[in-house]
């Protein structure tokens, strides 16, 4: 089942259940796609996995950033809320990889490359990012990178 297909579902689902908080973020999502259908002159019923992935993802880093406003503000209340629906959100993108595995793809692309001058650093993060897009979180990447080459 596709991501478009599983949010109409639960748009479904949440309104029997009259869960509202869920209600609103599935919607929203819902609009975002409709929103990028159009942006992109798409035409069908649904949007393609990989847009709609990264659309979702795109949403939780607006929550994030909120997160951190509303934080820096003292604003409690609306971080709760935030955090709340990132949560909601996060639970509909696939599993992202582990500090873990990120070293060892990181040490065998270094063993492939040899010797990675450090003015080419961004170069080689550029190209594991590549590899891993959509499979791991980018600042994790960038992190574990700079600290194999200390």
């Known amino acids: 089942m596709t991501l478009h297909k599983q949010i109409k579902d639960g748009i479904k689902e ?3 259940k009259k869960d509202e908080i869920r209600l609103m973020v599935l919607r929203g999502i819902l ?3 409709m929103n990028e259908m159009v942006a992109k002159k798409m035409t069908g019923d649904e949007l393609p996995d990989e847009d709609a992935t990264n659309i979702v993802r795109r949403l939780v880093k607006q929550r994030k950033d909120s997160i951190e406003q509303f934080t820096k503000g003292g604003r409690m209340d609306l971080v709760k809320a935030e955090e709340t629906e990132m949560k909601m959100l996060e639970t509909l993108l696939p599993q992202l990889m582990s500090k873990d595995e990120i070293i060892k793809v990181v040490e065998a692309k270094k063993a ?5 001058d450090k003015s080419k650093l961004g170069q080689f993060i550029g190209g594991i990012m590549k590899d891993l897009k959509g499979k791991a ?3 994790l990447v960038k992190e574990v990178v700079e600290e194999s080459f200390k």
């Not at 492939?112 to 990675?116: I, L, P, S």
Request: glycine residues 14%; hydrophobic residues 55%.
């Open 112 to 116: 492939q490359a040899g010797e990675v």
């Open 14 to 16: 949440a309104m029997i």
């Open 31 to 33: 609009s975002a796609f």
């Open 137 to 139: 979180d980018g600042a």
